[in-house]
């Protein structure tokens, strides 16, 4: 079995080598004719100057090869490819006489066909075309296209008279060449006087009234992207002020140049001519258009009879329906922002479609308009979405306590459960998984089972009116959740209950806010004797330390030791409490001693971990992102976080005589509540460059101080270091505390530092490459942590900060991202300070992390 291992390992690594050897080896030109030049670059250079924006480059029709790291990898593959692989088999199969008639005879004419048309064959070279790049042959009609493109470029900035060619530089190889395009631009045209023209009385006012914001300015060179823009601006600002049908094609720009031929100057006249009607040739003055008659008919289909419906009056809307109304009024007439005798405007015809879709209840709604004079008489069709929805999941699953489960989720989500809009959403899960070490629980099994119910009112739910601190158009939500979750041989069995009452709001489609006024946690360990069978870190350190008293008689009790081993064990849990017992309370070791120091710390981990937790918390989160879109990848994006918890229970201990348990600490059913508070400060930058190039980088930084009831952090409101989504040279809960050298199984602290920069490249058709430096770390800061090498205690301490290195390879499946990222340790503070740096830089202490879509 081994010797199969050893040379299946050893045909892997040969193949690899053969495949690089190929790629490497293969000769660029190839493909390339003694009469053709193949392009090695693109200069732009304008008066002699060499052009560095990347808009003027991305105007240029034919590109050179992509490069990795300056290889034509995508170019070589292509070139591996048989050119044509069907007159190759057809050359091969007629080579000899008699082959085709043994290929018959031993297949069949059918299966000698297909063999033409196989992967081996026919199918590599195809696959290996598609990932690749055919090479990028000189076409000079190109060049003359590109030519003309930059001079109509300059152009636009205001260079008429600029004048441009290109030559083919091939002096440095025969095959090889680059094309150099040289602008000279002349000087540039500038903007003299301003001036109007405009037919409507009410264009002018609504025009003088705003003036000041035009985009357009004497002295200003001209530049045709600026009045592009300006004309934007006229046409959202007059129908933001009530002109209904005003048309884009009714502004003008007309430009004269001063009677001096030589003169560079420009006389720029806006003329704005009256409404022209399509298809008549009637003009009309623009008028400002206010509401009349708002009606709204729900459960409206296509093909429906308006006049068969009921209806209503409300507030002065009309609302149209069948049988009986199953909306509140209110909800309906709230996500609408045409009022009657309102002025009309473009943005609440915008925030009208956007509030409705945000009720969730109905598709995306359809709103006529019908002008009499100057009137507008409006129609709001709503076409409701199906009541109920039931979604089944199933899955398979695998982590580090299970070796292989199956998951099982189902939800049942009923809209419009009260007749307010409001969404109802029942969900229940449950997983069963067959666990990994045996040595954390008697059973075979692990198991979880969970529930939750989610309502969401498409408004703020509170006792006071919010529309002037938060309006309709920010879309406000409420969200109110409970629910429940119950783990079986996983930890310590965990039982999970919590609730929440939230809102979210948007002021833009770029900041969005979050408040939980309330977040309710109570989690209860079912096994907390199981401790140190999870946490075998933590067992392995005390086990080292009881080794130094096990020759103690009075102590055999606590230990195991079977006839075939010498070195005896602390059983779990009597010998393990019992110990911990007489180090700390019956004299064994002394109170300054390092065994008495260390069970102590060891002591205060185990009831940290296995104490029952109360979090009764608030917080809010603000979130500005500039993304404008999934393939957006020029954006930043930044997210604060700020938590507070314990705070109200704290203050009616003023006024109810809460228990207390014997450190001290007021209990709320039995419970010590944490006290703390906390803040995360979360950035990302990304920049794009030519060739789909993307620089991320990403800074974080985050901070959780216990206070009055507390002396630490609860473990699942604690920070971690490692894994595929921080720093990736360490596996998760690995990295840190500072400098230890990972003490526990689970590895975290309360204060955090994590920076990642990675260079993001494709490779070849939907498999793209990344390199990355992650660095950050954990430590303890205010709380009862005594391991100096775990505390921050100020900038010294930021010497403790890791780094990782590495490499990633990644998938793009369009709507998700597989990938692969390998991390090297670069810099790894738990070792001693000369011997930090790359001492473990090698695949044999990589760590290999699986991830799906990008980590920030």
């Known amino acids: 079995m081994n010797m199969c291992f050893l040379n299946t390992k050893n045909i892997a690594k040969i193949s690899l080598i053969l495949l690089v050897i190929a790629i490497t080896s293969c000769n660029a030109l190839k493909r390339v004719d003694n009469d053709e030049l193949l392009l090695t670059k693109n200069v732009v250079t304008t008066d002699g100057k060499k052009v560095k924006n990347e808009d003027v480059y991305s105007l240029i029709s034919q590109k050179p090869n992509s490069t990795l790291l300056g290889y034509p990898l995508r170019l ?51 696959w290996l075309k598609n990932i690749g790049e055919s090479p990028a042959i000189i076409d000079t009609s190109l060049a003359r296209k590109s030519t003309n493109l930059l001079k109509a470029y300059y152009n636009s900035q205001g260079y008429f008279n600029s004048k441009s060619q290109y030559t083919i530089d091939s002096t440095n190889s025969k ?130 009879n308006p006049s068969e419906m009921n209806s209503m009056e409300y507030e002065n809307y009309i609302i149209y329906y069948k049988d009986k109304l199953k909306y509140k009024p209110r909800a309906l007439t709230n996500a609408i922002f045409l009022k009657k005798d309102s002025i ?23 709103i006529t308009f019908d002008s009499i004079g100057h009137t507008l008489h409006t129609k709001i069709y709503l076409s409701p979405l199906k009541k109920y929805q039931l979604r089944i999941d199933p899955e398979l699953t695998h982590s580090n306590i299970q070796r292989i489960g199956t998951a099982f989720s189902t939800s049942l989500t009923t809209k419009n459960v009260f007749g307010g809009a409001e969404t109802l959403s029942l969900s229940a899960r449950g997983s069963l998984g067959l666990l990994s070490d045996a040595s954390i629980s008697n059973e075979n099994f692990v198991s979880e089972v969970g529930a939750d ?70 989690i209860r360990n079912i096994n907390p004797g199981r401790f140190f069978n999870v946490y075998q870190s933590t067992y392995k350190r005390l086990d080292d330390i009881a080794d130094n008293y096990q020759d103690d008689p009075t102590l055999s009790e606590y230990f195991n030791a079977p006839d075939d081993t010498t070195d005896p064990k602390l059983i779990i849990p009597t010998g393990t409490s019992g110990f911990i017992e007489q180090i ?120 959780a101080v216990p206070y009055g009831n ?113 991390g090297f340790k670069t810099y790894n503070p738990e070792l001693e300070v000369s011997k930090r740096w790359f001492r473990d830089y090698n695949f044999n202490n990589a760590t290999i992390n699986i991830g799906v879509n990008y980590p920030f």
């Open 344 to 366: 009309y405007r473009e943005i609440n015809k915008s925030r009208t479609y956007r509030q409705i879709s945000n009720l969730n209840t109905f598709k995306y709604p359809n």
């Open 175 to 304: 095959q090889r060449a680059q094309i150099k395009y040289n602008i000279e631009l002349g000087e540039p045209y500038m903007i003299d006087s301003l001036s109007t023209n405009i037919s409507s009385k009410t264009l002018d006012s609504i025009y003088e009234l705003n003036k000041h914001k035009s985009l357009l300015n004497t002295n200003d060179q001209y530049n045709w992207s600026n009045f592009s823009n300006e004309r934007q601006r006229l046409i959202a600002l007059f129908r933001n002020t009530g002109i209904y049908n005003f048309q884009e094609s009714s502004i003008n720009f007309d430009i004269d140049s001063i009677s001096n031929p030589s003169s560079k100057d420009m006389r720029i006249k806006l003329q704005i001519k009256n409404l022209k009607k399509r298809g008549e040739n009637i003009i009309t003055e623009y008028k400002v258009y206010k509401f009349d008659t708002i009606r709204i008919y729900t459960d409206y289909f296509f093909g429906d």
């Open 76 to 126: 070589n593959l292509y070139n591996l490819a048989k050119e044509n692989p069907d007159s190759s088999y057809q050359a091969w199969l007629h080579k000899k006489p008699k082959r085709i008639a043994k290929l018959t005879k031993l297949l069949s004419k059918k299966q000698v066909d297909q063999l033409g048309e196989s992967f081996m064959v026919k199918g590599a070279s195809t």
């Open 453 to 522: 119910i989610n309502l969401t009112v498409p408004r703020i739910w509170m006792p006071f009116n919010t529309k002037k601190i938060i309006p309709p158009y920010m879309l406000p939500q409420t969200r109110m959740i409970i629910g429940t979750n119950f783990q079986k041989n996983i930890g310590l069995d965990k039982q999970n209950f919590n609730t929440i009452l939230g809102y979210n709001w948007s002021a833009t489609q770029s900041k969005k806010n979050a408040l939980e006024l309330i977040n309710i946690q109570f």
């Open 710 to 822: 507390s002396n630490s952090i609860p473990f699942t409101k604690s920070y971690f270091a490692g894994g595929s989504n921080d720093n990736r040279a360490w596996n998760a809960y690995d990295l840190g505390p500072g400098s230890t050298k990972s003490l526990n199984d689970f590895n975290e602290a309360n204060l955090k530092i994590a920076v990642n920069l990675e260079f993001r490249f494709p490779i070849a058709g939907s498999i793209k490459g990344a390199f990355f430096a992650d660095a950050g770390n954990i430590w303890n800061v205010y709380d009862n942590e005594e391991n100096e090498d775990a505390i921050f205690t100020g900038l010294s301490s930021l010497k403790d900060i890791a780094l990782g290195t590495g490499f990633g390879i990644r998938y793009d499946f369009d709507y998700f991202v597989l990938r692969l990222d390998t």
């Open 584 to 703: 700390l309370n019956q004299g064994l070791a002394p109170s300054t001693s390092d065994d008495y120091i260390e069970v102590r710390s060891i002591d205060e981990r185990q009831k940290r971990l296995t104490e029952n937790n109360l979090i009764f918390a608030t917080n809010y989160s603000y979130t500005k992102d500039s993304r404008t879109g999934l393939n957006d990848n020029s954006f930043h994006q930044f997210k604060i976080k700020l938590e507070s918890a314990g705070n109200l229970l704290s203050a009616f201990s003023n006024v109810i005589t809460f228990n207390e348990n014997e450190d001290g600490n007021l209990l709320v059913f039995g419970v010590p509540f944490s006290q703390y508070i906390k803040t995360d400060f979360d950035y990302i930058k990304h920049w794009s460059f030519p060739s789909q190039n993307v620089v991320a980088f990403r800074g974080f930084f985050g901070i």
